[in-house]
């Protein structure tokens, strides 16, 4: 699926990375990098979700990659992923410093 990179109001910047990083398996970079798809992902198999839940903030989120760098693909729990207008990244590194992406570039995102 590929989608466009877009500005964040900076809400995920907030949350309790730390706590998050015992059930990704890896520290994230504070924040995450918002993607708009250009069609939907499929609904990941449910034994890989892992839940995130910062104060009324909930979060589902499957491993994948984006641009062939391992990261786990976020997308609020009350639409899941198929009925997401926003994905959030999350990664141990700044995708947009690594990936060099500015605001409405083109990605490539895959769930594994």
């Avoid at 798809?37 to 609904?43: C, Y």
């Avoid at 760098?69 to 990664?91: H, L, P, R, W």
């Amino acid at each position: 699926m590929r989608g466009k990179v877009s500005t964040g109001i900076g809400v995920e910047k907030a949350w309790d990375w730390e706590r998050a990083s015992n059930r990704l398996g890896f520290t994230p970079y504070p924040g995450s990098l918002n993607i708009l798809p250009t069609k939907p992902l499929p609904e990941p198999d449910k034994d890989r979700v892992v839940k995130l839940s910062f104060g009324r903030h909930k979060r589902v989120c499957a491993p994948g990659t984006i641009n062939g760098i391992g990261c786990y693909i976020c997308a609020k729990e009350k639409k899941g992923f198929y009925k997401s207008t926003v994905y959030f990244v999350v990664a141990p590194i700044c995708l947009r410093e690594e990936l060099n992406l500015k605001d409405h570039n083109i990605v490539k995102l895959e769930l594994i």
